[in-house]
């Protein structure tokens, strides 16, 4: 069944099976926050602040991106590839730790997924990534030792822009109209149907293909008897219309010729040779070389728009499925986002599979993309994997990967993962909302816990970081229930934070859910603007 993972694409594709798909497309990110921000202002009508963590946060040199960048030559030779990948990887390391650590740091992260991609592709697979010039170079670098230089196929260049915008003129440079897609195969024996895209003729090469005239419009002169070079064909020699050619014959049988002369489209020449005449109806049109210059990027007010600010047209992602897989085939995107990729496989018969790390795109993508515009439902068309829905789901994500665990846990009350560092060390997330008549968004601190060994000295602590962060609320997250008496006690500590009073409607400042809770639907309760007017909501009960 077509899936929908939740999840970091590097241990979702570490699990899936070797060899199990025959086409993988990513557009990997360089900074999202542009898309995060686009889905939130969609959602609320007000722009994100900058605190919330997004992969541009992943390109630094840190202690955790430095381990994996020394790792990468044992991960080289485990996946089979050749010594000289893992010294090219040590030469990079070197010469970009100083002169440029953001780079280094970003494509170790790709090189991390570019390697399970590799054991995913089956040997007729191919693999296509969406890049700007940014990194683009040192990509296909890395891609040529990974998959191989015998196996690069194409430089694919997509002008996105019939002329580079105004705003992109900038000092000293030329305007950006291009991006590049990185087109490789798994072996020499891939899936390749370039004939199946074909480009109408413009008005241009219409005149000169086809520059005779006649009644009926333009037209080519073409042959319809064989050259001696072509050898004897007796069975093709016949009379039609008084000529009887040599013994290399007609090029085509009796009813066929026939079809021509009735349509209007045999004449003779003024040396008494039969020919044909070839319309531009009946041209196929001119086959796609490696400038893709006929796909426009999306307007601003495109129908396609779903608010992510890269987000790629479907008939981009169209034609690459189109040539590089057959009916039935499986498609990846690694970095699904709005799902274009996953419209276009299933519009064309293909099977899917779409990855993201953020819940609120593959929500997004659910609701929007798969059930709004395609008309698909969940456990009938296509699964979701990767969220907890049961407590013991969410305790083995706990086990698993706390950091992602942690990440689910705030996205699932609507929340974002924060990057910006606090007074204590750092607040695990954010919940953001708006008030009337206040252009700002408020906030609410979000802390997640395990709760087995949690004290209530957790709630002055994080009572002193929302004052000292000046934020209106703070919401404290717990996996393992309190238990009814530490529950009641934990709340009590927290009455004594207040209210926040707005339009006369009082929410307390400090609240507690349970991991259980979520999963039963319950949210913190914040102010939330529907149509301009506050949505009053009680406050939470102490027991």
């Not at 040590?90 to 494509?107: D, T």
């Not at 296909?140 to 694919?156: L, Q, T």
């Not at 009644?215 to 009379?239: C, I």
């Not at 018969?349 to 795109?361: E, N, P, S």
């Amino acid at each position: 069944m077509n899936k929908l993972y939740y999840g970091d694409c590097l241990t979702v594709m570490q699990e899936m099976k070797m060899g199990s798909v025959d086409l993988v497309y990513l557009d990997p990110p360089f900074n999202s926050n542009r898309d995060y921000n686009a889905i939130y202002k969609d959602e609320t009508g007000r722009p994100l602040p900058d605190q919330i963590e997004a992969f541009g946060d992943l390109w630094q040199l840190d202690d955790e991106r430095l381990r994996a960048i020394q790792m990468m030559p044992i991960l080289m030779r485990e996946a089979g590839l050749p010594d000289h990948a893992a010294e090219l990887w040590k030469i990079w390391l070197r010469a970009l730790r100083e002169a440029n650590p953001k780079l280094l740091a970003y494509l170790s992260y790709m090189t991390e997924r570019l390697l399970p991609i590799r054991s995913l592709l089956k040997p007729t697979g191919s693999v296509y990534l969406h890049c700007d010039s940014t990194a683009s170079h040192y990509i296909k670098v890395m891609m040529d030792s990974i998959f191989g230089h015998d196996n690069f196929r194409n430089e694919i260049i997509w002008r996105r822009y019939d002329r580079p915008k105004g705003s992109q003129h900038k000092p000293r440079r030329f305007g950006r109209s291009t991006d590049t897609i990185l087109f490789y195969s798994r072996s020499g024996e891939y899936v390749f149907h370039a004939d199946r895209v074909r480009l109408p003729l413009t008005a241009k090469e219409i005149e000169d293909r086809y520059p005779h005239t006649d009644d009926r419009g333009r037209f080519m002169s073409g042959p319809l008897l064989r050259s001696a070079s072509m050898g004897e064909r007796p069975n093709l020699v016949y009379e039609f219309q008084g000529y009887t050619p040599d013994s290399s014959g007609w090029r085509m049988e009796r009813e066929k010729l026939q079809q021509i002369y009735d349509d209007g489209d045999f004449f003779i020449t003024s040396n008494g040779t039969p020919r044909r005449k070839f319309r531009p109806s009946e041209d196929p049109g001119s086959t796609i070389d490696n400038i893709w210059d006929d796909i426009s990027a999306l307007g601003a007010h495109d129908k396609e728009r779903l608010g992510y600010a890269t987000q790629k047209p479907v008939a981009l992602l169209e034609r690459i499925i189109l040539v590089s897989t057959n009916e039935g085939d499986v498609v990846l995107d690694p970095f699904c986002g709005c799902a274009t990729t996953i419209e276009a496989a299933h519009k064309l018969g293909r099977r899917w599979l779409g990855i993201d790390i953020a819940i609120h795109a593959i929500k997004r993508v659910a609701k929007v993309r798969l059930e709004d515009r395609l008309g698909l439902r969940e456990g009938e068309d296509f699964v979701i994997e990767g969220v907890p829905r049961t407590l013991e789901g969410a305790l083995d994500l706990w086990e698993r990967d706390k950091h992602h665990f942690q990440k689910w846990a705030i996205e699932q009350v609507d929340g974002f993962v924060t990057s910006r560092k606090t007074a204590d060390g750092g607040i695990d997330g954010r919940l953001y909302f708006s008030v009337p008549d206040d252009k700002e968004l408020k906030t609410m601190l979000l802390e997640v816990k395990g709760g087995r060994n949690v004290t209530k000295s957790i709630v002055r602590q994080l009572r002193g970081v929302m004052d000292r962060e000046g934020a209106m609320m703070m919401g404290l997250i717990i996996l393992h229930d309190l238990g009814e008496a530490k529950t009641r006690n934990f709340k009590a500590e927290m009455q004594d934070a207040g209210d926040a009073d707005v339009m006369g409607v009082k929410y307390p400042r400090m609240q507690l859910l349970t991991v259980d809770q979520i999963l039963a639907g319950q949210r913190f309760l914040t102010p939330s603007v529907a149509r301009g007017k506050v949505q009053a909501q009680p406050r939470l009960p102490l027991g």
